[in-house]
């Protein structure tokens, strides 16, 4: 016998013995506020989203919402957002293109009131007086725009069905946010290095892409 | 808290149709303490109960037109209501009583929703109902696009969302976070880390904070009022681009902002502690007294 | 409309994902949630963290480090999970792949100021006098040298098979094998002192 030989009942007992760890183990209580730190430092291209705030796979479901389940899934939400998106949308552009006016001249250089998804590709690419501030803002704006565009397309495979009520709260909704983006867009061209501005501009945009996502989730199942 | 798959070999109780308007049912599966429950419902409303015993019970009416599906397996079961027309679904009522440590998922149409007395985690879903929460979860993630949702309790940590509905909790949490687009929200407890946000709905916040936590109040043009114990240890960064602050709670007082619209405000209060950030484009924000906190 | 090459099969099959409502939550977090993604973090982390303070032999501040290491990396990955297994399974093996790098950059970082020492010793916390024989087990298990440890971790405790683990950790069958064995013979030896 050799030391190599391990005595198989005191294997057995170690074994036994292994079996009562526990496999779930509390990790410390701030640790999730860590992670969320660091995930929010890191840039929005290493995030799992793809292109824009909705990946592959929002786009990969349309085939998950036009397959056959043996329950009818409630899809009243679907073509109530699409028709709130593209409106939306196009309520942006313009809010977004009347907002521009607003700055100096040399601002306005490349903004021509043209139709929305031009303008919106234009005032994505339009100069800033203050690159470090609005380039985050205009970062935001150009996900929200492909985000959009990308969620009424998902959408548009459910046009024919609606609920009237939901439709109407769904429509105000965005336009109270699309408003709020406006109002604070406009105070940023003249207050270009206002970092709460930018915060509360984004903030507002994330919402909208929130109850955007949100609505296409409710609307999957 | 392992989700485990159910098989789907779901014991229909197919009611089919019925010329009753409604129809009753009435079942009891056995299900694990900690098992988890899928529910599906269109139109009516969803009533679950928290019970010491490791089944589930359902009882209830079945609108007409609809029929009822239910199985699984002792680890978790799913159950809906399936409608012929989802256009004019007739409103189904379930009650649910539920092991009390429980998983809970439900999503809903208009059906409104109503958890007490569990204490596993909460995930409730619907479009123009309204949710309800009493007890104490572990954790509650609930959403609604223009209903309510009303928490009265101590969840370990809270999510709500609703657009036009209001939000609000009334108890002790963690880590909460309430949103709305137009809807208000209330809280009144004690939080660590929070975050309530808004567009156009006010914020009314009356509780204190655990030491050390972190808060952010966020609103484009409702109002943001808090209300704290005179020596609560806070240290605030308050900006409104177009409004006012109104601060009670010390004698601080705010200041214009830049260029001189709107105001700001950063001050400790006793001796500081936790970071309250709050927000505003042109809403107003009022620091106010309230009752020490016990 | 057309959807992008791969959308299809990245879609997450309720038939593999951890199911009851988590398929959603999987499903969110793909598109950018970080709530869902939070959500996933609350059911998932006891489990992580387990493996990641076993695993680690370092405590719990090294642990946290790996665990926080195992999340970052699971959201910057998440389009890739693809439901053909379990989720839990999937942020296993990211903890374990976690692991190893932290243990090849722990190596060369060590190597270059320690004497030759068993490094499984180095850091490693005494056993601590106790009645409760399953500390003394966790102990005993931080205690054990990094392949060995890595190796009871995995299929003593985690069920993983020697070939899996063999795959996992870019080593032979027959090494795992015998890494196992000598931390059974490690562990019997402690917990009999």
Redesign the interface.
């Known amino acids: 016998m050799t030391d190599d030989i391990v005595d198989e009942q005191r294997l057995q007992e170690l074994l036994a013995l292994t079996k009562q760890l526990p496999r779930s183990i509390d990790p410390p209580s701030g640790a999730w506020g860590q992670i969320r730190s660091a995930l929010e430092a890191e840039p929005s291209s290493s995030g799992p989203r793809t292109t824009g705030p909705f990946s592959n796979a929002v786009i990969g479901r349309a085939d998950a919402v036009r397959s056959t389940r043996f329950w009818q899934r409630p899809v009243f939400l679907a073509a109530a957002a699409l028709l709130l998106v593209a409106g939306s949308s196009a309520i942006t552009a313009v809010a977004v293109r009347r907002g521009d006016s607003s700055r100096t001249g040399s601002q306005q250089a490349g903004v021509q009131p043209t139709a929305p998804r031009q303008t919106e590709a234009q005032i994505a690419a339009a100069p800033t007086t203050s690159p470090a501030t609005l380039a985050e803002f205009t970062a935001v704006e150009k996900d929200y725009i492909v985000t959009a565009q990308r969620l009424a397309e998902l959408l548009a495979v459910q046009e024919d069905k609606l609920a009237p009520e939901t439709v109407a709260t769904l429509r105000e909704s965005l336009r109270i946010i699309d408003n709020a983006i406006l109002e604070a867009r406009r105070a940023l061209a003249t207050d270009p290095a206002n970092a709460a501005l930018v915060e509360m501009l984004s903030g507002s945009y994330q919402k909208k892409l929130d109850l955007l996502r949100r609505t296409a989730e409710m609307a999957r199942s | 808290m392992a989700f485990t798959y159910f098989r789907l070999g779901l014991v229909s109780v197919a009611l089919g149709l019925s010329l009753e308007a409604q129809t009753k049912v009435e079942r009891g599966i056995a299900l694990n303490p900690d098992g988890a429950i899928r529910i599906y419902a269109l139109v009516g409303s969803v009533r679950i109960t928290g019970w010491n015993r490791d089944s589930v019970s359902i009882r209830g009416t079945i609108g007409k037109g609809n029929t009822f599906h239910v199985g699984g397996a002792k680890a978790g079961m799913k159950m809906f209501v399936e409608s012929m027309d989802q256009r004019s679904s007739t409103a189904s009522h379930l009650e649910i009583s539920v092991p009390v440590k429980a998983k809970i998922w439900v999503k809903t149409a208009t059906a409104d929703i109503d958890v007490s007395g569990v204490t596993g985690s909460l995930d409730l879903y619907v479009v123009g109902g309204t949710i309800t929460v009493n007890g104490n979860p572990s954790d509650v993630n609930a959403e609604a696009i223009d209903g309510d949702i009303r928490i009265n309790g101590s969840p370990g940590w809270a999510r709500a969302k609703s657009a036009s509905g209001l939000v609000s909790l009334k108890g002790n949490s963690g880590d909460v976070t309430l949103s709305t687009v137009s809807g208000g929200i209330e809280f009144e407890g004690r939080t660590e880390r929070g975050k309530f946000e808004t567009v156009t709905g006010n914020i009314r916040y009356a509780g204190t904070f655990l030491p050390r936590g972190a808060i952010n109040f966020d609103s484009h043009s409702g109002s943001i009022d808090v209300t704290l114990p005179e020596f609560i240890g806070a240290d605030f960064d308050i900006v409104s681009i177009a409004g006012s602050i109104t601060n009670k709670l010390n004698s601080t007082k705010p200041i214009k902002g830049r260029y001189g619209r709107g105001s700001e405000l950063s001050m400790s209060n006793a001796n500081g502690g936790t970071r309250v950030a709050i927000r505003s484009f042109k809403g107003p924000v009022s620091l106010m007294r309230g009752k020490q906190a016990q | 409309?057309t959807?992008?090459p791969?959308?299809?099969?990245?879609?997450?099959s309720?038939?593999?994902?951890?199911?009851?409502?988590?398929s959603?939550?999987i499903?969110?977090?793909?598109?950018?949630?970080?709530?869902a993604?939070?959500?996933i973090?609350?059911?998932?982390?006891?489990?992580?963290?387990?493996l990641c303070?076993r695993l680690s032999g370092g405590g719990?501040a090294d642990?946290?480090d790996l665990?926080?290491d195992v999340?970052?990396r699971a959201?910057?990955?998440?389009?890739t999970f693809r439901g053909e297994c379990a989720f839990?399974s999937w942020l296993h093996r990211l903890a374990v792949n976690a692991m190893l790098e932290a243990a090849r950059s722990e190596k060369r970082r060590t190597a270059r100021v320690l004497t030759m020492e068993d490094p499984g010793t180095i850091g490693a916390p005494a056993p601590a006098v106790t009645p409760d024989?399953?500390m003394d087990?966790?102990r005993a298990i931080a205690t054990l040298p990094h392949g060995a440890r890595m190796a009871f971790v995995l299929h003593?405790?985690e069920g993983y098979q020697h070939q899996e683990i063999a795959d996992q950790m870019g080593i032979a069958v027959g090494t795992v094998k015998a890494q196992l064995?000598r931390a059974?013979?490690l562990?019997?030896k402690a917990?009999?002192k």
């Open positions: 409309m959807i992008p791969g959308a299809a099969s990245a879609a997450v309720p038939r593999t994902a951890d199911a009851g409502g988590s959603d939550v499903h969110r977090a793909q598109a950018g949630d970080m709530d993604f939070e959500r973090y609350r059911e998932h982390s006891p489990k992580v963290y387990a303070l719990a642990a946290s665990m926080q999340f970052i959201w910057r990955g998440l389009a839990s024989v399953a087990l966790e003593d405790i064995h059974r013979k562990l019997i917990l009999d």
